[in-house]
Nanobody
Framework: QVQLQESGGGLVQAGNSLTLSCAAS????????VAWFRQAPGKEREFVAA????????VYADSVKGRFTISRDNTKNTQYLQMNSLEPEDTAVYYC??????????????????WGQGTQVSVAA
């Protein structure tokens, strides 16, 4: 089990960039797949991106592919989400998550056991 804490959210203008961080506690962080999900007002939480523990394979939602980059630094127990070319549609609460899904289930919210409390990202038009 890991405990997660997001930071870096805020209000930005469309077209600008923002980087989210997620700090994890626990000595086994490097063995977990870590992911970002988001939930916009009135909508269900959705998958954004994930990076596997082994090999660093990354997976992205189609809506953010080419604009967002997920990365991790296991020496710092931290994962990141670099968000470029932000759009008003990216406005949401962003959550980091940790789990051990197989690759085919990497987008599945229920597979992730450990979650942060979320950080608000607001993109103004």
């Amino acid at each position: 089990q890991v405990q997660l804490q997001e930071s870096g959210g805020g209000l930005v203008q469309a077209g600008n960039s923002l980087t989210l961080s997620c700090a994890a506690s626990g000595r086994t962080f490097g063995t977990y797949t870590v992911a970002w999900f988001r939930q916009a007002p009135g909508k269900e939480r959705e998958f954004v991106a994930a990076i596997r523990a082994i090999g660093g394979t990354t997976v992205y939602a189609d809506s953010v592919k080419g604009r967002f980059t997920i990365s991790r630094d296991n020496t710092k127990n931290t994962q990141y989400l670099q968000m470029n070319s932000l759009e008003p549609e990216d406005t949401a609460v962003y959550y980091c998550a940790a789990g051990k899904p197989i690759l085919s289930a990497i987008r599945t919210e229920s597979i992730y056991n450990d979650w942060g409390q979320g950080t608000q990202v607001s993109v103004a038009a």
